[in-house]
């Protein structure tokens, strides 16, 4: 079975410096695509970046940047410039490529962003 | 529209009441989910349907049913629950057809058993 591994339950970082939050993941396949999902207090969970395991190109997304490491089944995301409306529980998720709807989540990591 | 709707936002129950939770989409999504979140937890995958049919049940208790009418409806129909299953509920719904499609969550359903 898959597992994600998120091992730093909290984070802090000031508001404009850049934070790097870890997700490690075990899995057999070669076909699957990893996530990194977002869920401000009392507010909608949203996706806030996504990398196919087939291509080794790092996905970014403006402030929101990923180094995947395949090898060792590293998927860590960096926030660049931080803002207060980063803070939020962040998951990260793995998901087969095969016909298989069922994302498994980490256990999530909390962002505090301070002025 | 991203938007997943989910009413209500708030339920208080006891042991004996049956309720039912409501999430709609107009995406055009054929795949909708149930998660379960409790505090400071990941969600926890309970039903999926594709194309309004059930396609896996995560061995959730029968006290809990769901229902699909149509491809923009999901329901979530709650009978005698415990007060463990005090919770937030997700819904989300994806295009179907490939897992890297992204999941869009809706805002949740926050469950009180007394």
């Known amino acids: 079975a898959q597992t994600v591994t998120q091992s730093q339950p909290e984070m802090s970082v000031q508001e404009a410096e850049t934070v790097t939050l870890s997700c490690t993941y075990d899995?057999?396949?070669?076909?699957?695509?990893l996530f990194w999902y977002k869920q401000p207090p009392s507010r909608q969970m949203i996706l806030v970046i996504r990398?196919?395991?087939?291509?080794?190109q790092n996905a970014t997304e403006n402030r929101f940047s990923v180094n995947f490491q395949k090898a060792a089944k590293s998927f860590s995301l960096k926030i660049s410039d931080s803002q207060l409306g980063d803070a939020a529980m962040y998951f990260c998720?793995?998901?087969?490529?095969?016909?298989?709807?069922?994302?498994?989540f980490g256990k999530g990591t909390l962002l505090t962003v301070n002025p | 529209d991203t938007e997943v709707t989910q009413t209500p936002k708030h339920l208080v129950m006891g042991m004996t009441n049956k309720k039912s939770l409501k999430c709609e989409q107009h995406?055009?999504?054929?795949?909708m989910y149930w998660y379960k979140q409790k505090a400071k937890k990941p969600p926890e995958l309970m039903f999926v349907?594709?194309?309004?049919?059930?396609?896996i049940n995560e061995s959730v208790p029968s006290r809990f049913s769901p229902e699909c009418p149509n491809s923009s409806l999901l329901n979530l129909h709650l009978h005698a629950l415990q007060p463990e299953d005090s919770a937030l509920y997700l819904c989300?719904?994806?295009?179907?057809?490939?897992?890297?499609?992204?999941?869009?969550f809706g805002p949740g359903t926050r469950l009180t058993v007394t």
């Open positions: 998720a793995y998901i087969s490529g095969g016909s298989n709807y069922k994302l498994t």
């Open positions: 989300a719904s994806s295009q179907e057809g490939h897992p890297s499609y992204e999941q869009y």
């Open positions: 899995t057999s396949e070669s076909d699957y695509y």
């Open positions: 990398q196919e395991a087939y291509k080794q």
């Open positions: 349907y594709s194309y309004e049919k059930l396609s």
């Open positions: 995406m055009g999504h054929r795949a």
